[in-house]
């Protein structure tokens, strides 16, 4: 039973993590340039994607392909915030944003379609192998996700805390007006984030395609879930979004094995009764006002 | 009319109000002054409803309304004007006064849902209502202006307009001239006073000490949110500590 | 119907505008007559459709909401008819009234959690019931599953007096029904609208702090804002689920809804009825005139979107009437927190807490 329990406990720890850098990556654009960028589930898509076309095509190394992705994605999270968002930026319209992002999501969501085609794909072999611990296993791909991710993430951190930028996203993220006062250049500080923000997706992506099976509407589908990660941590914390998106992993994989389908509602409804109770989430300050 | 017991208001660890205990008597007009941050708007916020206090109470004529939300708090007859002017921007003037008179429906929803003559009279009437105050306050010149257009000295007392539409039994001003010229002040003056003589009590967050000296009938002085005097003018002029929280302490 | 007329029109009602409202009414009544392709009547009762929907979106937006789960309560009050209908055993005039109600029933239950956290908190809730619902139906065997219903039974035949029996056979009694469900909406949603409900929505769209303090107990009156919006859904999905004849949990998802929102912002957000109509009218027509391809609808509908958000965030209807180009009239309502203008109790507070939060920073 126990090592059932730690069993789930890897699996769940591992779905977790792509959660994680999608919700840090998500708060991130989230709090610092108020966009509702519910086109980020297809950053994600387009990083798997990506990693799949280097390795399946071009046959150049993972760790090539996992730049490539993480580069495209960064490339066009920038792009997206100087031709569309910027524009609306400044505009203080919550629907405005929405409405864009949206408008993304569409375009892109049907740009994969029609490019990677609609079977699932899977990604070649890369690291072969199961790492055993007692009677625990642990695929070693997963294992490789495991460390590139925890790493990934404590670089974000590190950026976030310590770096000039990081100050002035925080700043940015607290009062525009005030940052601006303040010699922060607020539109590079929005560009800066969308262009991280959208490399963390793009680095989930890639780092999930060797696990995974990766399919053209994995970004829709997951949005929602990484949206409901934010909601549990808050939508200003980047450590409750770590929080959040192990909890929703963990949950996910004993919902699945104990519940079967039944699961995501479950999970749904458990969250909801959260947020109803704890409105800016388990560790945010109470959201954004209107 | 109004009691404020043992208030306290923290916002994290910063505290606002600590022990505040104050009155307000039927018919005055009191003004509490202090120096910036001393917890003026803070005040006037827990006891109009926006913020609840952390500890203490607000008693207004024998009910305890703490905790009451901000609607609760109209509905029971006191009304407030916002430090900075706090508007309906894209309405006009009489509009905005009429939005205000809400609560002054009789008719039930359903008549007016349905429209019928009655609720179309009361409607009228309402309107005339919302004319006749900005007549008193002088405004009905303006009175199909969008609010965005008028000069800051009148959206201040647009606003007062709105304040007045709830027909409340106190009414707290928050800064009502800052910003105003010598002229418009004076006007504002007159304005309060026939507010008073209409039988409101009236309690006036100002900084401007001549307003304060001319209009109120007693002083409240706060700093760090606590009540440091109270009395009438000349007491609070002569205070040491009064003068020490304005102009600091003498380094001897 | 511009923000500020609502407040002073009421005795204009019987005016011009009247007078264009039946026109308009009596040209629709004729349509079947001289349109004969049921194609064009189909996409006609579509149009209807989608537009009371996206009527329903904007008395939400009016008051603050951004909702994420208007197909919910639409697939809500599809099931509700088809299920009265088909195990009830009941007469499908019984179950089109009964489906908003108990729509609204449930969008009251739901909305009171929900609509306590108003901005982020109700979009991020309303899009996990737009997600949840489409589940919750799937999983119910009795129901369908996620087969969904099939052989729904069109609506009952109407007797009537001295002529033949109204028999649902055609396009056209439907297209009728839909007509006059449109009209039992916009009416309402008009008197609404004009009275003191529809100037408390107001309020509370412009500035939300200040209709508090004025006595709106904004709470309620969202609250009430969500049922009539859920309930009229529920209304729609009733002739929907009897018109299809068959319904699947996988048409009530977020994308419906977020069809539902283009429809209403092309049209324009300003304009409680005649934007929807517009919006859903040109989404409707258009693409089936013009011959697009189902491939590339998605991206050219995307890049509509975000074309239209950045140049012309009005809507089509604000290139005709300058007061709503810039949306004003929705200061308070989608205003980022940190906007250009706050309110002043709010900017008040974030002072306070922005206090305490700088000491953090260092």
Request: glycine share 10%; hydrophobic share 50%.
């Amino acid at each position: 039973m126990i090592t059932l329990i730690g069993q789930l406990i890897i699996d769940g720890i591992v779905t977790g993590l792509v959660y994680v850098i999608l919700a840090v990556g998500l708060v991130l654009i989230l709090s610092v340039s108020r966009i509702f960028f519910i086109a980020y589930g297809q950053f994600y898509m387009l990083g798997a994607y990506i990693v799949w076309s280097s390795l399946a095509l071009l046959k150049v190394p993972y760790f090539m392909g996992l730049l490539m992705a993480v580069v495209a994605t960064t490339l066009l999270g920038l792009l997206c915030y100087q031709f569309i968002f910027r524009y609306i930026q400044y505009r203080g319209s919550f629907l405005a944003n929405i409405v864009a992002a949206i408008g993304l999501m569409m375009i892109m969501g049907q740009a994969g379609l029609l490019i990677f085609g609609t079977i699932g794909r899977s990604v070649p072999p890369v690291f072969p192998g199961i790492l055993s611990v007692g009677k625990i296993s642990i695929p070693v791909e997963k294992l490789v996700l495991v460390i590139l991710t925890l790493f990934i993430a404590v670089a974000a951190f590190f950026v976030y805390e310590k770096l000039k930028l990081g100050r002035a996203m925080r700043a940015v993220s607290l009062n525009p007006e005030a940052a601006t006062l303040q010699g922060v250049k607020t539109n590079r500080v929005y560009l800066a984030t969308l262009g991280f923000g959208c490399a963390l997706a793009g680095f989930g992506g890639g780092v999930m395609a060797p696990v995974y099976v990766i399919y053209p509407e994995m970004g829709s589908n997951i949005i929602l879930s990484v949206l409901l990660v934010i909601m549990l941590g808050g939508m200003n914390s980047m450590i409750g979004a770590v929080l959040g998106g192990l909890v929703l992993g963990i949950t996910l994989v004993f919902g699945q094995y104990f519940l079967g389908s039944m699961a995501q509602i479950f999970l749904f409804v458990v969250i909801g009764i959260i947020i109803f109770f704890r409105p800016g989430g388990l560790l945010g300050s109470a959201g954004l006002d209107i | 009319m109004l009691k404020v017991k043992g208030l306290s208001k923290n916002f994290g660890g910063l505290s606002a109000i600590s022990e505040l205990d104050l009155d307000i008597f039927n018919s005055e007009i009191l003004g509490v002054i202090g120096p910036n941050g001393a917890g003026k708007t803070t005040l006037f916020n827990v006891i109009s409803g926006f913020y609840a206090p952390t500890k203490g109470q607000v008693i207004f004529n024998e009910q305890d309304i703490t905790g009451l939300k901000a609607h609760q708090v109209a509905q029971v007859g006191i009304s407030r004007t916002f430090q900075v002017s706090n508007l309906f921007m894209s309405l006009s003037v009489l509009d905005n006064v009429f939005t205000c008179h809400h609560m002054s429906y009789r008719t039930s929803v359903w008549k007016r849902f349905l429209h019928t003559p009655s609720a179309t009279e009361e409607e009228k009437s309402l309107r005339r209502s919302a004319l006749e105050i900005l007549e008193f306050m002088g405004l009905d010149p303006l009175k199909e202006e969008p609010a965005a257009k008028l000069t800051h000295g009148q959206q201040k007392a647009l606003n007062i307009c709105m304040a007045l539409a709830t027909h409340p039994k106190l009414l707290l001003l928050d800064e009502p001239v800052t910003g105003m010229n010598p002229v418009e002040i004076q006007t504002m003056l007159n304005l309060i006073s026939r507010i008073r003589s209409r039988g409101i009590t009236i309690a006036i967050v100002e900084h401007n000490m001549q307003v304060v000296m001319n209009l109120c009938d007693r002083i409240v002085v706060l700093n760090h949110g606590q009540k440091i005097a109270e009395g009438l003018h000349k007491e609070i002029v002569e205070n040491q500590e009064v003068i020490e929280a304005y102009l600091g302490k003498d380094e001897e | 119907m511009a923000v500020q007329d609502w407040t002073y029109r009421l005795n204009n009602f019987r005016g011009k505008k009247l007078i264009a409202i039946a026109f308009l009414v009596f040209v629709l009544i004729g349509i079947p007559f001289v349109i004969h392709s049921p194609y064009y009547i189909h996409l006609l009762i579509i149009t209807g459709m989608n537009a009371i929907l996206a009527m329903t979106f904007i008395m939400m937006l009016r008051t603050g909401l951004i909702s994420l789960g208007i197909a919910a309560f639409w697939g809500i009050g599809a099931y509700a008819s088809a299920a009265l209908v088909l195990k009830a055993g009941v007469s499908y005039w019984f179950a089109l009234p009964a489906a908003p109600i108990i729509t609204g029933l449930i969008a009251w239950a739901i909305g009171y959690l929900v609509v306590r956290n108003p901005g982020f908190g109700f979009l991020i809730l309303t899009s996990v019931i737009g997600m949840l619902i489409g589940l919750v139906f799937g999983n119910i065997k009795w129901l369908g599953g996620f087969t969904g219903i099939e052989y729904i039974p069109p609506p009952n035949p109407i007797q009537l007096p001295f002529l033949d029996p109204i028999l649902f056979i055609s396009k056209i009694p439907y297209y009728f029904l839909m007509l006059v469900l449109f009209l039992l909406v916009f009416i309402s949603f008009r008197a609404l609208y004009t009275s003191s409900i529809g100037r408390a929505w107001m309020a509370i769209g412009l500035n939300p702090h200040l209709a508090e303090s004025t006595g709106v107990n904004v709470f309620r009156y969202r609250l009430i804002a969500f049922v009539i919006a859920s309930a009229a859904a529920g209304l729609e999905g009733s002739f929907y689920a009897h018109y299809i004849g068959s319904i699947n949990p996988n048409a009530f998802n977020i994308f419906k809804t977020i069809h539902v929102h283009i429809y209403a912002i092309l049209g324009g957000t300003g304009f409680a009825f005649l934007g929807p109509i517009i919006g859903t009218f040109i989404m409707t027509f258009v693409p089936e005139s013009l011959r697009i391809a189902k491939e590339i609808e998605p991206i050219l509908t995307g890049a509509l979107l975000i074309l239209l958000i950045i140049f012309l965030p009005g809507g089509i209807l604000s290139l005709f009437d300058l007061r709503h180009r810039h949306w004003q009239s929705f200061e308070g309502v989608i205003r980022i927190g940190k906007g250009i203008k706050n309110s002043p109790s709010s900017s008040e507070q974030r002072n306070e807490e922005n206090h305490v939060k700088s000491e953090r920073l260092k």
